[in-house]
C-alpha cells in the first residue's frame, strides 16, 4: 500500500516498524519519527497539543490536511495545463517522475492521473506500465487510453466491440419493437435524437480528436459490414462522423473526404426528402472525386447504404414519379430522377465495392427508367382508372373488374434488379399507406420471389406490418387475410425466423380484427418449432394468451330496453300572438 515512499526519500510503515524494533526507548523513538515526518511547520508543533485535548486523533488532523493539499496540487495541475507558459507540459512531466512511483498508492493516485490526463504526450515508459497494469488502466481517463489505444490496435478493438454489438441489438430491438404505427416507426427519429444514443456518444468520447483512431473505427466499421452484411454498420459509420460534427472536430472532419456529402445528406434524412438544389450539391460532391482518390467512392457507397439515407432517397423517388405522372413526363427526362437513382444505386452496390476493392460507381442498368418504371406506373394507371370507374353512374360503368395480373417487365426486374426492388417494396408501402386494399393483394403475391429476399428483410417487415394496421378492419375478410397471409408472409416464415417474428409482432396487434375461423388456423400453422429463439416463443405466448383473455371476458351487453311507455306527444297549437323581433 505504501510502496514506493522509499524511493522518494520518505519513510514508511516498515521503517517505523524497524525503529521500534532496534531502539532501547520507544517513546523518543515514536517523538522523533513524528519530529522527522510530519508537517513541517514550526508554528503547528504548538497547536497540536491542543487537538489532542479536544480528542482529536493526530490521523484525523493529517488525513484532513492530506486531503486539502491533494485538492489543491490538483487544481493547480489544471491550471497549469490550461496555461500558456511554453514550459508547463515540463513542469507537469518533472511532478509525473515525482509522483508516479506512488501511483499504486490509492490516496496519490489521483495526483499522478491528473497529471497524466493533462500531458499531451505521455512519455513511452509510464503508458506501458500503465497498459500492463490492469488496475491502472481501468482507472485512468480517456485521454491517456487515447494515447495507449492509438499504437494498439487490438486492445482498442478490445474496447470498441461491445459497443459495436450494443448498436446492431439497439437497432434490432427497434425493428421488432412491440410498438406498431405508422406514424412511429424505425425511421421516425431525428438524425439528431440517434446520434444522442448512448454508443455514439461513447465512441465520439473515446476518439476525441484522434484521427488515428476515428480511421481504427471506421476500419472495424467496413471490416463488420463485409463480414456480416448488416447495413446499421452504414448508419454508424454517418452517425459517428456528424456525432464529431457537431461537437466541431474540425481535426477529423476536415481530414474526412466524407464530410460535407455526409453532412447535406444528413439535412435530407432530416426532411426526408432530396430537393432540387440539395440534389445538385450532392451531385458536385460525386462529379468531383478525382482521378486517383476513387477509394473514396467506397466510403460514401457505405454511407448511402444507410438504411435511413436509402430511405430518404427512395421516398424522393416516389415523389419525384407522382409528378412525373401528373405532368405526363417520362421518367429518363428527370434530371432530379437519375441522381436519385445513381445515388440509390451507388448505395445498393457498397457491400459488391467494399469487397472488390474496385472503387468504381456500379453502371445503372437503363432498362430500370425504361422498362421498369413505366411498368410500375402502369399499375398506378389500372388502379387510378378502376377508381374513377367505380364513382361513375351505374349506367356509365362497365363491366371493368380490378386487373390481378402485373406486367411482365415489373415482376421480371422485381427478381433480378436490386435498385427496382428496392423502388418495388415502397410502392407497396405507398400504397399501403393509402389503405388501397386491392393494389396491395394484387401487389403482395409477386414479393414473394424478390431480388435476394429483400422483401423478407427486416426493415421492410417492420414498416409493412405497421402499415397495415391501418388496413385493420379489412383483416375480417377471408380474400384479404388470404392475400396477406397465405400469398406472402407464410410462404417463407418456416424457413425465415424474422418473418414468423413479424408476422406474430402484427398478429398480436390485430388478432381481434382477424376472421376467427382464419385466425384459428393462423394459430395453428404459425406455433414456433422446437429449435427456435426465447424471442420467437415468448411472441406467441403472447398472442395465444390474449386470444384466451379474449374468450375468457365476457360478451358486451345488450343494450338495456327503451323505458318508452308509447305514450306520443301532442303538439299544442298556441293562440298567443308572435312578439316583433324587430322595432317599428
Known amino acids: 500500500m505504501f510502496g514506493g515512499l522509499p524511493e522518494l526519500g520518505i519513510s514508511n510503515g516498515e521503517d517505523l516498524k524497524e525503529t521500534l524494533t532496534n531502539c532501547t526507548e520507544p517513546l523518543k523513538a515514536i517523538d522523533q519519527f513524528q519530529m522527522e515526518n510530519g508537517i513541517l511547520l514550526p508554528t503547528l508543533q504548538s497547536a497540536l497539543p491542543f487537538l489532542d485535548l479536544h480528542g482529536t486523533p493526530r490521523l484525523e488532523f493529517h488525513q484532513s490536511v492530506f486531503d486539502e493539499l491533494r485538492e489543491k496540487l490538483m487544481e493547480r495541475v489544471a491550471v497549469i495545463a490550461e496555461g500558456k507558459d511554453e514550459d508547463r507540459y515540463s513542469k507537469l512531466e518533472e511532478l509525473l517522475e515525482k509522483s508516479f512511483p506512488l501511483v499504486k498508492m490509492p490516496s496519490i493516485q489521483p495526483v499522478v492521473m491528473q497529471v497524466l490526463k493533462h500531458l499531451p504526450k505521455v512519455p513511452e515508459k509510464k503508458l506501458k506500465m500503465v497498459m500492463a497494469d490492469k488496475e491502472l488502466y481501468k482507472v485512468c481517463a480517456v485521454e491517456v487510453k487515447r494515447q495507449i489505444w492509438q499504437d494498439n ?6 474496447e470498441v466491440s461491445p459497443l459495436l454489438k450494443q448498436y446492431i441489438v439497439e437497432k434490432e430491438a427497434a425493428l421488432f419493437s412491440s410498438d406498431m404505427s405508422v406514424l412511429h416507426n424505425f425511421f421516425s427519429p431525428s438524425p439528431k435524437t440517434r446520434r444522442q444514443g448512448e454508443v455514439v456518444l461513447k465512441l465520439t468520447q473515446m476518439i476525441g480528436k484522434n484521427v488515428k483512431l476515428y480511421d481504427m473505427v471506421l476500419q472495424f466499421l467496413r471490416t463488420l459490414f463485409l463480414r456480416t452484411r448488416n447495413v446499421h454498420y452504414c448508419t454508424l459509420r454517418a452517425e459517428l462522423l456528424m456525432s464529431l460534427h457537431d461537437l466541431d472536430v474540425s481535426e477529423i472532419c476536415s481530414v474526412d473526404p466524407c464530410h460535407k456529402f455526409t453532412w447535406c445528406l444528413d439535412a435530407c434524412i432530416r426532411e426526408k426528402f432530396v430537393d432540387g438544389k440539395r440534389a445538385r450539391e450532392l451531385q458536385g460532391f460525386l462529379d468531383g472525386v478525382r482521378k486517383g482518390q476513387e477509394q473514396v467512392l467506397g466510403d460514401l457507397s457505405m454511407i448511402l447504404c444507410d438504411p435511413f439515407a436509402c430511405n430518404t432517397l427512395v421516398l424522393s423517388i416516389m415523389r419525384n414519379l407522382q409528378e412525373l405522372l401528373s405532368q405526363d413526363a417520362l421518367p429518363r427526362d428527370s434530371p432530379d430522377l437519375m441522381l436519385l437513382l445513381r445515388m440509390l444505386s451507388l448505395g445498393q452496390g457498397a457491400w459488391d465495392m467494399i469487397d472488390s476493392q474496385v472503387f468504381k460507381e456500379p453502371r445503372m442498368d437503363l432498362e430500370v427508367v425504361t422498362r421498369f418504371l ?54 407497396v408501402l405507398h400504397i399501403a399507406k393509402l389503405r388501397n386494399k386491392n393494389a396491395l393483394q394484387r401487389l403482395l403475391p409477386a414479393l414473394v420471389e424478390s431480388y435476394n429476399d429483400m422483401a423478407f428483410g427486416d426493415i421492410f417487415l417492420h414498416l409493412l406490418t405497421g402499415h397495415l394496421t391501418l388496413l385493420s378492419e379489412e383483416f375480417g375478410s377471408e380474400e384479404f387475410c388470404a392475400a396477406i397471409f397465405d400469398s406472402f408472409l407464410l410462404t417463407s416464415f418456416s424457413s425465415k425466423e424474422n418473418v414468423h417474428r413479424h408476422t406474430l409482432r402484427m398478429l398480436l396487434h390485430l388478432c381481434l380484427k382477424v376472421l376467427p375461423s382464419f385466425m384459428e388456423t393462423l394459430m395453428k400453422t404459425l406455433e414456433p418449432p422446437k429449435q427456435c429463439s426465447e424471442a420467437l416463443k415468448e411472441l406467441y405466448t403472447q398472442l395465444t394468451e390474449k386470444l384466451e383473455a379474449q374468450k375468457k371476458s365476457p360478451p358486451p351487453p345488450e343494450e338495456t330496453p327503451s323505458l318508452d311507455l308509447g305514450l306520443h306527444p301532442v303538439t299544442v297549437t298556441t293562440t298567443t300572438a308572435s312578439t316583433p323581433t324587430t322595432p317599428h
Open 153 to 158: 490496435q487490438a486492445l482498442f478493438g478490445d
Open 374 to 427: 413505366p411498368a410500375m406506373m402502369s399499375v398506378v394507371v389500372d388502379d387510378h382508372i378502376f377508381t374513377v370507374e367505380q364513382k361513375l353512374p351505374s349506367e356509365e360503368k362497365s363491366s371493368l373488374s380490378y386487373p390481378t395480373a402485373l406486367p411482365d417487365a415489373f415482376n421480371r426486374f422485381l427478381q433480378e434488379n436490386r435498385v427496382a426492388c428496392e423502388m418495388g417494396l415502397y410502392y
